[in-house]
């Protein structure tokens, strides 16, 4: 069991917007403002799409964005392109002597 | 260009040893803390260890703290993660991850290793 909850799967149609939430305790999401999330398609290495909560890295479109409210963080994705099916993993930092602790990931399935 | 090269799985029996490496480029790697992130297949990402740019700290997920050490040789650009008395769960893709302050910024495609009788 993976220490932080994610859906298991969501999906919407292209156009749409969906939002995955992730959560956990006061220990980790709640305790720090250091949330990322990583998208990996099948067979590949994960790409970090939104860092320190709701942070862009250079590159990643702007339909992509970050929250936290309490115990739990959300990636919302808005205008659903086919490409953005793939898996989805929250992840946060946790202080020690546990330092990092990911979700069990979302598979967003683009209708 | 930013790429990490995992290499050194394979199959081993339990209780058995095994080192996998990640081949740095296109970064100063030794100004980098890095970090080894493992995924079970079906399953969701584990963080596993992290190492400073320097190799004088290192820090281990609870599951493997004893068995594994992480290493790095900053002359070679490559990060090693020697693995001793595998257990059956921890069959997993090892995937390295430079990491840049609190964000694992760019990732390899990992090494699986399969550990089975």
């Known amino acids: 069991q993976s220490a932080l909850t994610q859906p298991r799967s969501v999906s919407g149609s292209p156009g749409q917007s969906v939002t995955i939430s992730c959560t956990g305790t006061s220990s980790d999401v709640g305790g720090y403002n250091y949330v990322s999330w990583y998208q990996q398609h099948p067979g590949k290495a994960p790409k970090v799409m939104i860092y320190d909560v709701s942070k862009r890295p250079s590159g990643v479109p702007d339909r992509f964005s970050g929250s936290k409210s309490g115990n739990t963080a959300s990636l919302t994705i808005s205008g659903l392109q086919a490409e953005d099916e793939a898996g989805y993993y929250c992840?946060?930092?946790?202080?020690?002597?546990?330092?990092?602790?990911f979700g069990g990931g979302t598979k967003l399935t683009v209708l | 260009e930013v790429q990490l090269l995992e290499s050194g799985g394979g199959l081993v029996q339990p209780g058995g040893s095994l080192r996998v490496s990640c081949a740095a480029s296109?970064?100063?790697?030794?100004?980098?803390?890095m970090s080894w992130v493992r995924q079970a297949p079906g399953k969701g990402l584990e963080w596993v260890s992290t190492?400073?740019?320097?190799?004088?700290?290192?820090y281990y997920a609870d599951s493997v703290k004893g068995r594994f050490t992480i290493s790095r040789d900053n002359s070679k650009n490559t990060l090693y993660l020697q693995m001793n008395n595998l257990r059956a769960e921890d069959t997993a893709v090892y995937h390295c991850?430079?990491?840049?302050?609190?964000?694992?910024?760019?990732w390899g495609q990992g090494s699986l290793v399969t550990v089975s009788s």
């Open positions: 296109g970064f100063t790697f030794s100004s980098y803390a």
């Open positions: 991850a430079k990491r840049e302050d609190k964000i694992f910024a760019y």
């Open positions: 992840c946060s930092y946790a202080g020690s002597p546990t330092f990092w602790v």
């Open positions: 190492i400073s740019g320097s190799g004088g700290n290192t």
